[in-house]
């Protein structure tokens, strides 16, 4: 496995200094405090996000105690960058703490069956691009970062006109599309739709139990349900049963040996299945 989630559920004061061999995305949950990074004093809150460099001594202090929670990833998005710590702060919807909490309680053991290991991949993948995103933010132009915020604000209405935002910026439809290409990577249209389709993807997991596909479609903002579904397999690769079938799977069989292991049904059996798992991984 080249990349690993784990969280501490109790609070905690502190914890010594201490460094790991992959890079490690680093969660504040709750509390305040102080984390010392390569010798360097770094406030925290709720919501900030270290991304600290392999082989960089770190710990953290607070008085009132803090939770948090880490990602170890070996072949990370920012590897290339000469800084010992990127620091981010979550947004105000909690994005970043919704993909983590997805991560680290659906599947408990990615060696459990290979589908387990390709969604928490594709949790983590989630994570990373949404740190490249806020990396990219301050180099954006106002004029793109409001039209991205109006699309955001937006995303479940299926009635929002795109040309109305991309008259707002002053600049001409061409020009614009432009402009928003080069700084974002997709134009104002594909952006708008990507949004759309990550809030679906959080309904289905949040929601399958009480919402069809087509009333979660209607949620995210889409009157025609087999649009909804095309365009997420476009995007996705899967259609969104699919998408929830293996979500599903992973679940279900994660549950399945973790009960096994805690009734300590054949171990050695469990213990083989985690290793040859393990192996094709």
Known sequence: MDFLVMSRNQKIRQYPSHSHEMWEVLLNM????IAQINGQDYPFREGTIFCIRPGIFHSKRSVEGFVDGSVMIRDFCFKDEKADVLVFQDDERRTFFSLFQISFQYPLNPATDIYAERFLRSV????????????????????????MK???????????????????????????????????????????????????????LQNESIMSMQEIARLCGFEDPFYFSRLFRKIEGVSPMQFLKESKTVQLKAEEIEAREQRQENPKENADLRNNLQKEL
């Open 150 to 204: 109006q699309m955001a604000d937006h995303v479940s209405d299926a009635h929002f006109d795109i040309s109305r935002v991309v008259e707002a910026s002053g600049y001409s439809p061409n020009h614009f599309r432009k402009l928003f290409r080069e700084q974002c990577g997709y134009s104002p249209l594909q952006y708008y739709l990507r949004l759309k389709v990550q809030l679906a993807k959080q309904q289905i």
């Open 124 to 147: 983590v993948d989630a994570m990373q691009n949404l740190l490249r995103h806020w990396r990219a933010v301050p180099s954006q132009s106002k004029e793109v970062r409001r039209a």
């Open 30 to 33: 709750e509390g305040t405090g």
